[in-house]
């Protein structure tokens, strides 16, 4: 019997562990291609918060500030006195001053955690990575060290293996992005290190640090995993939002009502 | 086709004859006319009879889409600063011939000739814009080099 | 393959493609999971026009001799176009030279075609049914005086929606015509430099019968050998690629001729628009060069000012109006 129950221990084993493994790509490293969203309110607020009014009470609850346990490592971003009193700022005009309300481009790594889905694209040499808001993309290569000759709203990504995991080296931004809808922000001369490790099959533990001395009192992190999206025949729609924002942007230089 | 390393020699390509470079100079010409009539409303932003010719202090340059905008402090003879909005082109060719945001110094001085915004504000469209000592805007930057993208 | 002349494209097809099938697939580069490799960022520019010139008829290639007197002659008219004259609207521009802003960035292949256009045998496209008309006179009808009331009167470019010259199928035009490539297992992805990603599934599965309209459509792609197949359809009725309607069907065919070549192969069918289908080939040359992002209502200064201009001329001339 006992025997029986080892060979049968060990036929299981044999069997199941292929299903266990990330899938790999050709030349050996983790294939992080497929299609993948995170599950957080790191949209709304990095640090951790409760439940709390929007800011447009016409959508009551529907619009609500949901509660969030945090994705900040150590919870709290260390801002210097007066980047946080800048940070308090943007939140108290966060529904003029947040890029996002604008379908402006969402940044890294605000672009990871916002509500949509994002597939990525692995190939030996280049990962690229399609956002499905305001159609997003990033080119990232992987062993490149040129750098960003001209800022931008995405950054500049070069990439490379430290075994399993693929770190993004990210900088070039043009200071304009913010990183949530609490007005937590970071400047044109960040650079963001994102780390992609493979936590099972189906998750990514995604990682970004974050350095700017003109901000911070020191480099912070976050972390979440990435959840792939595993409906059958599943697809990034087009959220296009630039005609969404046209009111908000220029409503007031409309030909006046006669 | 991956480049493994972008780091690349900007050489003309090999293909390419000098009779068909010559052509291309060409196309750009014709396609400038054509681009001049049919995009993105010109004669309403900007005022026909509303030329300047001035000289000034960059401030700020944005090298952005869909349109560059180059900040120049124009001080009048009054000692009077104002800051004006000059409107270019996208920048993305230039990012493939070496150009980065360097390319044009905080401080330099330029001379822009051009047409003022319509509705008076101090902006305007750089019908030329160029170095205040004569030089091509971004010329120098487009020198074949290792390291353009 | 080249772009040689050669009196008979379809033969020229059956050629390249039994050339392709025997001794060039072998060398025609792999993906590390075995497809041909079509990655890489590539120039839309070729000298060929997309349609024919009328008084060329049929004739679909130039000799190498007739080819250098059609260029010298594109050359002559340009050089008779020169400047523009300062004072006039057409010089209120910037300096596309300044900005390096020509449609070609010094890479091309030859192309010996006189048009991109093949199908129908004239090189032109076919002439709008009367229902494209009426959709057309219908859409310039709510712009008619109003067209600059405010931002959604503006263009789709203009607004910084989508340059319809980056959906497929995806043409030469204007300047940053550029696309690039990424691809992976079971995915192409193509990029025009300032268009939305085409996330294209290369598995082989069709086109769901339901398709929610999107302005770059939805893809399908397959490979046939070497050549890429991608279907597209499900387009926005605004997106009006070419006064085309919603029902308007894409078929591109890509292959890799050489290392810096790839021929970019389209047809475009839409009884609502044009009684025939139509389609034509041209070259997509290698950049040698990287596409940079176009974020483009991030910067969009633009339409903020075109509208205060209008504002401003409306005012001015109320106030003439006013005693």
Redesign the interface.
């Known amino acids: 019997m006992k025997a029986l129950t080892l060979l049968a221990l060990f036929a299981l084993q044999a069997t199941a562990a292929p299903q266990d493994e990330f899938p790999r790509a050709a030349d050996g490293h983790p294939d992080f291609s497929g299609v993948w969203q995170t599950i957080t309110t790191a949209h709304w607020n990095l640090e951790p918060h409760i439940a709390a009014p929007g800011g447009v009470p016409a959508l009551g609850a529907q619009f609500a500030v949901a509660p969030g346990l945090g994705v900040v490592v150590g919870d709290r971003i260390p801002y210097k006195p007066e980047a946080l009193a800048q940070r308090d700022t943007n939140f108290a005009n966060r529904l003029t001053a947040d890029p996002e309300t604008n379908c402006y481009l969402g940044g890294v790594p605000r672009s990871t955690y916002m509500p949509y889905p994002l597939q990525i694209f692995q190939s030996s040499d280049i990962v690229s990575i399609a956002y499905q808001y305001a159609t997003g993309l990033r080119r990232i290569d992987i062993g490149g060290t040129y750098e960003a000759p001209l800022d931008s709203w995405m950054g500049w990504s070069n990439a490379k293996w430290e075994g399993d995991t693929l770190v993004v080296e990210v900088t070039g931004f043009n200071g304009q992005t913010w990183l949530d809808r609490a007005g937590n922000y970071a400047s044109a001369a960040a650079k963001v290190t994102e780390r992609y490790t493979p936590l099972s099959p189906n998750h990514i533990q995604y990682e970004a640090t974050i350095e700017d001395p003109s901000v911070y009192t020191e480099a912070w992190s976050i972390r979440m995993p990435l959840y792939r999206i595993v409906d059958d025949n599943y697809r990034l729609l087009e959220f296009k939002c630039e005609p969404f924002a046209e009111e908000k942007l220029y409503g007031h230089l409309r030909k006046p009502a006669e | 086709m991956n480049k493994k390393n972008i780091n690349k020699n900007y050489t003309n390509p090999g293909k390419f004859s000098i009779f068909l470079r010559a052509l291309a100079l060409a196309t750009m010409w014709t396609l400038f006319n054509q681009a001049a009539l049919a995009h993105h409303a010109f004669a309403l932003e900007f005022d026909v009879k509303k030329p300047f010719d001035l000289q000034g202090v960059v401030s700020k340059v944005e090298l952005i889409n869909p349109h560059s905008w180059i900040h120049v402090d124009v001080t009048d003879a009054n000692g009077t600063k104002v800051t004006w909005m000059i409107e270019g082109g996208s920048p993305n060719a230039l990012v493939r011939k070496g150009v980065t945001k360097q390319s044009i110094p905080v401080g330099s001085e330029l001379r822009v000739i051009g047409y003022q915004a319509r509705d008076g504000s101090p902006k305007g469209v750089g019908r030329t814009i160029t170095f205040a000592d004569g030089r091509e805007l971004f010329f120098d930057s487009r020198v074949p080099t290792e390291s353009a993208p | 393959m080249s772009f040689a002349p050669v009196h008979n494209f379809r033969l020229t097809t059956l050629i390249a493609s039994v050339m392709l099938a025997s001794a060039a697939h072998a060398q025609q ?1 792999r ?4 497809e041909p ?1 079509l ?2 960022a590539y120039s839309e ?1 070729t ?1 060929a026009p997309l349609e024919r010139p009328v008084e060329l008829g049929t004739k679909e290639f130039f000799t190498a001799q007739e080819a ?1 007197e059609y ?1 010298q002659r ?2 002559e ?3 008779q ?4 004259v ?25 192309n010996f075609r006189t048009s991109i256009i093949t199908t129908p045998a004239n090189g032109r496209i076919p002439p709008l049914t009367e229902a494209a008309l009426t959709r057309q006179k219908a859409r310039n009808a709510i712009r008619a005086g109003h067209e ?5 009167m ?1 263009s789709l ?6 340059w319809t010259s980056t959906l497929p199928p995806i043409l030469p035009g ?3 015509s550029n696309l ?1 490539i ?6 192409v ?1 193509i ?1 025009g ?2 268009g ?2 085409r ?1 294209i ?1 290369t598995d082989g ?1 069709p086109l ?1 019968d339901k398709l ?1 309209p ?3 459509g ?1 893809s399908a792609g397959r490979w046939e050998g070497d050549t890429l197949v991608v279907q597209t359809a499900g387009f926005h009725p605004n997106a009006a690629w070419r006064n085309a309607s919603e029902h308007m069907k894409v078929t591109e065919r890509i292959t ?1 001729v050489d ?2 070549t790839l021929e970019y192969q389209f047809q475009v069918e839409d009884p609502t628009t044009w009684a025939e289908p139509w389609g034509g080939v041209y070259p997509l ?30 005012r001015e001339a109320a106030a003439k109006v006013q005693p």
């Not at chain 3, 176009?81 to 523009?84: F, L, M, P, S, V």
């Not at chain 3, 990424?182 to 995915?187: I, K």
């Open positions: 580069p993906t590390a999971w075995g490799d990655a890489g520019f000298l250098r260029q594109v050359l008219e340009a050089d176009d020169d400047e523009t300062a004072g006039t609207q057409e010089d209120v521009h910037y300096d596309m030279g300044t900005f390096s802003l020509s449609a070609n960035e010094g890479r091309t292949s030859e600059f009331d405010g931002p959604e503006r470019s203009e607004r910084c929606v989508v204007g300047y940053n690039q990424f691809q992976s297992p079971g995915y992805v990029q430099e300032m939305d990603p996330i599934p599965k769901p929610l999107q302005w770059n939805t890799r290392a810096d040359t290698d950049l040698d060069g990287i596409l940079f992002e176009y974020a483009c209502t991030e910067g969009n200064y633009g339409m903020a000012n075109i509208l205060s201009g209008q504002r401003a001329l409306e």
